[in-house]
């Protein structure tokens, strides 16, 4: 006889709905902004995906796939693109956390993961909390992991816009519509066509990313049997640590406090890949340059002050931090700095042999001086 599959560690429909019921609705719009608003988002996802081709001189491996019918018949095509309101990007994110920590608990067993149903409901309080606090801040997603539900894990991955954000964000920068969501889709078809190009980098990130997921549970497990008061002081002290470190600009991301230094180590050779991944992807946006969007200069001056947090209250500052965003902020800046360093050395194509294999990946320490890089991959 053989047991049934263990119980989710959260309760994802309730964090799913929480999300949807905490996040504000977005802007106000009247019916036909909101249709030209869609209409120009698909049209623009469509647009980037042959300059992104163009401009970043990168090739799907499975060869090039292109619409068929419709009014975009022979455009090129990455793959699936929705637009979304913020309860369905919430909705969507909870989808794939459910299959990447599904596996995690499996292996762990119910021993270590606590399954009760106040245990779910905690998390899925934990889950639809932070979801709610991201959902107005993210303009475009593309997620490699759309088949990951399936049971598949095969296929290509997902573009979701977040339709009220991106008005949003024109509105209160005061860009050109048209040129701003060509921008945007710019960066996040760059993404698509990275997996494109490196089909394998999906599963080397999944894996890696379960992996530590898996020993950094088993440590905590570790820790919630230690003695009380020690538990406690740790506790307090690391709480007290990551508050302060908030208020003043100088705390990593809470979750930072939980590692080992194996486990440190290794969350630094993830964030080194997702440092390239958002780099590359902000200089080829720019790289397109003014002939097809012609206020990007504008649009970065204007958006580079926007994620510094201009005119933002304090708590909302203070918030980015505690969630680890300004640690994000720092890969697309620290990623884009090695993009640029490599290109100036070796020039674009040698760049792209960045996504030839896992081992062609730059190392933590690589991101931070890229002739390490160049030295290592070309010799």
Not at 123 to 130: I, T
Not at 204 to 217: C, I, K, S
Not at 361 to 375: C, H, N, V
Request: glycine share 10%.
């Amino acid at each position: 006889m053989t047991s049934s599959s263990p119980k989710p560690v959260v309760d994802w429909s309730a964090a799913a709905e929480l999300a949807g019921r905490l996040a504000p609705p977005g802007p106000r719009a009247s019916r036909g902004e909101l249709a030209d608003l869609v209409g120009g988002l698909r049209a623009a996802a469509t647009d980037a995906v042959e300059h992104v081709l163009t401009t970043t001189r990168m090739t799907p491996a499975g060869g090039l796939h292109r619409v068929t019918g419709g009014p975009r018949d022979g455009a090129a095509d990455l793959g699936p693109v929705l637009v979304v309101d913020r309860a369905t990007w919430a909705l969507a994110n909870t989808q794939v956390m459910a299959a990447m920590t599904e596996p995690v608990a499996a292996a762990l067993g119910e021993e270590a993961v606590p399954t009760s149903e106040g245990a779910r409901l905690g998390g899925a309080f934990e889950v639809g909390g932070m979801l709610a606090v991201l959902a107005p801040r993210v303009l475009g997603q593309f997620d490699p992991y759309a088949q990951l539900g399936t049971g598949t894990g095969e296929g290509p991955g997902r573009l979701l816009l977040v339709a009220p954000n991106v008005l949003h964000a024109e509105r209160t920068m005061g860009v050109d519509p048209t040129d701003f969501r060509l921008w945007v889709c710019l960066h996040e078809q760059t993404h698509a066509l990275q997996f494109a190009t490196a089909p394998w980098l999906a599963a080397h990130l999944r894996d890696r990313v379960g992996a530590l997921m898996e020993d950094v549970t088993r440590t905590a497990v570790g820790l919630a049997k230690a003695p009380f008061l020690e538990k406690l002081a740790t506790a307090g002290r690391t709480i007290a640590d990551v508050v302060s470190g908030a208020v003043h600009g100088t705390g990593v991301a809470p979750f930072e406090h939980m590692l080992t230094p194996d486990q440190k180590a290794e969350l630094g050779s993830v964030t080194a890949v997702m440092a390239l991944l958002e780099g590359h992807a902000d200089v080829m946006m720019d790289a397109v340059g003014p002939r097809v969007v012609r206020s990007v200069r504008q649009i970065r001056s204007k958006f580079e002050k926007r994620r510094d947090g201009e005119g933002a209250p304090g708590l909302d500052v203070v918030l980015r931090r505690l969630l680890g965003m300004d640690a994000k902020l720092a890969q697309y800046r620290d990623g884009a700095a090695f993009v640029r360093a490599v290109e100036r050395e070796v020039g674009r194509d040698g760049l792209n042999a960045v996504w030839t294999s896992p081992d062609t990946l730059p190392t933590a320490a690589e991101i931070a001086d890229a002739r390490a890089w160049i030295s290592r991959v070309h010799g």
